[in-house]
């Protein structure tokens, strides 16, 4: 049967997520030479306003990519053939750090105690006491693939102690999750676009130390497009080294607004209520949560699908319902759905998601207690006031 064109479509992925109308109104003008002034007025607020969101007093650099392409910035700056280094892999995101690593030849320990599972920073502690020569260490702070957010301050403790740089994948946790970079001692923070800094894909991002890029300068060659140096030169004179996307930045520039407007504090705040809001509708219906258990999972909700209904069905029915949501990956995949929270979500799109997965385990053959999970969720809003008249 063909889907109905009204039915409206809601997408509560990790990555890309819902994009703010004024963001996408923004990206619909004309297009601006990039060399032109206008343009570089753009680009200086934008990355003006992108030190605000990593916690960081460091400029921020900017690259026309993917988030994966700012980790194989990291690699490719901080990493030689023979570089001992140590991964952290809890997930797929993680393990992205040990393939990048092995592509451009490093020394490399990895430590992969499984996936769900949070990594304890007792563990980094040790195993940089094992290796002392380890230079720099690859960490996640939000692990999309398991809804696990990791302890990035005390994994920052742990590398500092051993005077190992620190690098953390935040691609999706800039601006979802509480990341201090600074205050924290986190030399490297990357991260992208097409997350909770609400833009379209396509835009990439490298907040660096000045120990890390000095680390780079010292090692010259191996890269060219995601040189440190390179960068950071040219934007120190208020213009891109390549042909940026200009559009993601007429847009990227009115979503920083927003987070400037709303302000960082009370953006974790709403992440951390719509995630416990998921949460508790989770647990009333019923389910499990996937993996360690996790307050700080404030970017996305992984969900254990009960064993009665053919869990790699269910994203398809969501998808009927109109609703688009992330079943697991690899070992995962028909396992878990994952409800994502992180960027342009407000309370109305999380009771939808429950609403969806309520009506698509019944449609599974699973008992379901209709209500239940959307019941709990409006609960924990109305509890913190977020649905009461103002």
Same mark, same amino acid.
């Not at 309520?358 to 969720?377: F, S, W, Y």
């Given at each position: ?14 990555? #890309? ?32 306003? %992108?030190?605000? @969101? ?26 030689? #053939? ?53 230079? @720099? ?16 301050? !005390? ?14 994948? !935040? ?18 923070? @990357? ?5 909770? %800094?609400?833009?379209?894909?396509? %835009? ?101 699908? #009960? ?43 999380? %009771? ?27 609960? @924990? ?10």
């Amino acid at each position: 049967m063909t889907p109905s064109p009204y039915i409206k479509q809601y997408l509560m992925t990790a990555g #890309p997520t819902p994009v703010p109308p004024a963001v996408s109104q923004a990206m619909a003008a004309p297009m601006l030479y990039h060399r032109a002034p206008a343009f570089g007025e753009l680009y200086e607020r934008v990355l003006g306003r %992108l030190p605000g @969101v990593f916690a960081t007093a460091n400029p921020v650099l900017a690259f026309s990519s993917s988030g994966s392409g700012a980790m194989e910035s990291a690699v490719a700056n901080l990493v030689r #053939p023979g570089t001992p280094a140590l991964a952290l892999a809890a997930g797929r995101f993680g393990e992205r750090w040990i393939e990048l690593c092995e592509a451009y030849g490093a020394d490399l320990v990895s430590h992969q105690p499984g996936w769900g599972v949070r990594i304890d920073p007792a563990d980094v502690d040790a195993l940089l006491e094992r290796h002392p020569g380890v230079e @720099v260490v690859f960490a996640t702070l939000s692990e999309t693939s398991t809804g696990i957010v990791h302890d990035i301050q !005390a994994i920052a403790a742990a590398a500092r102690r051993h005077d190992a740089l620190l690098v953390v994948d !935040a691609v999706s946790g800039v601006g979802a999750a509480r990341l201090l970079q600074d205050e924290w001692g986190v030399d490297v923070v @990357v991260a992208g676009s097409q997350k909770a %800094l609400m833009t379209p894909p396509g %835009l990439a991002f490298a907040s660096v130390s000045e120990r890390a890029l000095e680390r780079a300068r010292a090692r010259p060659g191996g890269r060219f497009y995601f040189d440190w140096s390179r960068s950071a030169a040219s934007q120190a004179r208020g213009a891109s080294p390549f042909t940026p996307a200009v559009s993601l930045y007429l847009g990227l520039d009115v979503a920083l607004a927003l987070i400037e407007q709303e302000g960082l504090e009370n953006v974790w705040a709403r992440h951390e209520l719509l995630a416990r809001a998921v949460r508790a509708g989770v647990l009333a219906l019923g389910l499990e949560l996937y993996g360690d258990p996790d307050d700080r999972s404030t970017v996305v909700t992984a969900i254990e699908l #009960p064993a009665d209904v053919d869990g790699a069905k269910v994203p398809g029915t969501l998808r009927r319902l109109g609703i688009t949501a992330n079943g697991g990956q690899d070992a995962l995949k028909g396992r878990i759905l994952r409800i994502a929270h992180c960027g342009y979500f407000g309370a109305f799109d999380m %009771l939808t998601a429950l609403s969806g997965l309520e009506i698509a385990l019944d449609q599974l053959g699973h008992a379901v207690d209709h209500g239940a999970g959307v019941g709990a969720a409006q609960r @924990v809003f109305a509890e913190a006031g977020v649905l009461a008249p103002a």
